[in-house]
């Protein structure tokens, strides 16, 4: 059976940092392509990066030079550091996975993601 748990969401002041981190049991992360999306109330979801099975690492726009996400297959963890936050980085943080044979560059659209995690809050004040 698949889990993903994601864990280190919280409260930030405007700047801060966070770390989430996603911890997946019953799945080979290293042979997945993988990612964080983030969804506030009355919006879709929406990618913000990913680490697909060719070892590239993506960004949303919106995040580059300010997020890294990391895929640590020794221990099956995907994280994501979240540096010089902005209140418009508030919102539930999932992490996901596509487990399919022919995942390989990795895609933004959440419906080709077959596991989910439960979410995380971030929240950042200015």
């Known amino acids: 059976q698949v889990r993903l748990v994601e864990s280190g969401g919280g409260s930030v002041q405007a700047g801060g940092s966070l770390r989430l981190s996603c911890l997946t049991s019953g799945v080979s992360l290293g042979s997945t392509c993988a990612g964080w999306f983030r969804q506030v109330p009355g919006k879709e979801r929406e990618g913000v990066a990913l680490?697909?099975?060719?070892?590239?690492?993506q960004y949303v726009d919106s995040v580059k030079g300010r997020f890294t996400i990391t895929k640590d297959s020794a221990e099956n963890t995907l994280y994501l550091q979240m540096n010089s936050l902005k209140p418009e980085d508030t919102a539930m943080y999932y992490c996901?996975?596509?487990?399919?044979?022919?995942?390989?560059?990795?895609?933004?659209?959440?419906?080709?993601?077959?596991?989910w995690g439960q979410g995380t809050q971030v929240t950042v004040s200015s």
């Open positions: 996901a996975i596509d487990s399919s044979y022919y995942c390989w560059s990795g895609s933004w659209s959440p419906s080709q993601y077959n596991y």
């Open positions: 680490s697909p099975r060719d070892d590239s690492q």
